[in-house]
């Protein structure tokens, strides 16, 4: 039998806590480890605790979840970060996947909805609620603007992509998740409204997004 996922919740509310920690530790399947109300102190618990997945709300009190979750990715701590939180706006959603989240579940999911989602974040997977997936693939099936303009992050993607790097390296250089980039290069795909990575390093030289065109 395989090891228990480990656990750390962080989240600012005590029943929140006291009621996922409760919820996990009837199932052998997994163990929690630690409890944080706040970013920092989410941050601090990853490093000492090792914990396999962290449960992470975005809106607490001091350093808010998608400021730990970038300082996690800085800090190189492996733990895979699933957001657990009321909100499912473009505005919590985009910055928490861009700063390197695995996955992004709703509150009121079903329990069985839950526990799937830590063992598929356990597992390295994208896990997102239904809601939260029908809104990154709707603005991926929207019209690119007229300008394809990129956004900071995605040009540095497609300028390490152009530099011959692959996801996981491009993800170690930016202290994000393969995950991230892959979802920063479908962005850049629709922007650029290429198919693959080769059409889109020689879409970003046509546009001058990469400097001047390569000659043959």
């Known amino acids: 039998m395989s090891d228990p996922i480990k656990l750390l919740i962080a989240d600012d509310h005590p029943v929140v806590r006291d009621g996922l920690s409760s919820m996990f530790t009837r199932d052998p399947e997994f163990t929690v480890v630690g409890e944080a109300a706040d970013g920092a102190e989410a941050v601090r618990l990853a490093e000492a605790l090792g914990p396999d997945v962290i449960l992470m709300d975005l809106r607490m009190a001091g350093m808010d979840g998608v400021t730990a979750i970038a300082e996690l990715s800085r800090r190189g701590v492996p733990a895979r970060v699933l957001v657990l939180t009321t909100y499912d706006t473009d505005s919590h959603v985009l910055p928490a996947i861009e700063a390197g989240a695995t ?26 609620s239904p809601s939260v997936a029908a809104r990154l693939m709707s603005r991926l099936r929207a019209p690119a603007p007229s300008t394809g303009s990129l956004s900071r992050r995605e040009l540095e993607v497609l300028r390490l992509v152009a530099a011959g790097h692959t996801n996981r390296e491009a993800a170690a250089r930016l202290f994000i998740t393969e995950a991230t980039v892959k979802t920063h290069l479908l962005n850049i795909y629709a922007k650029l409204d290429v198919n693959d990575r080769a059409a889109a390093v020689a879409e970003g030289y046509n546009r001058g997004l990469l400097g001047a065109p390569k000659r043959p």
Not at 113 to 124: I, K
């Open 103 to 128: 996955g992004y579940l709703l509150k009121d999911a079903p329990r069985d909805e839950l526990l799937r989602a830590v063992r598929a974040a356990a597992r390295g997977e994208v896990a997102l």
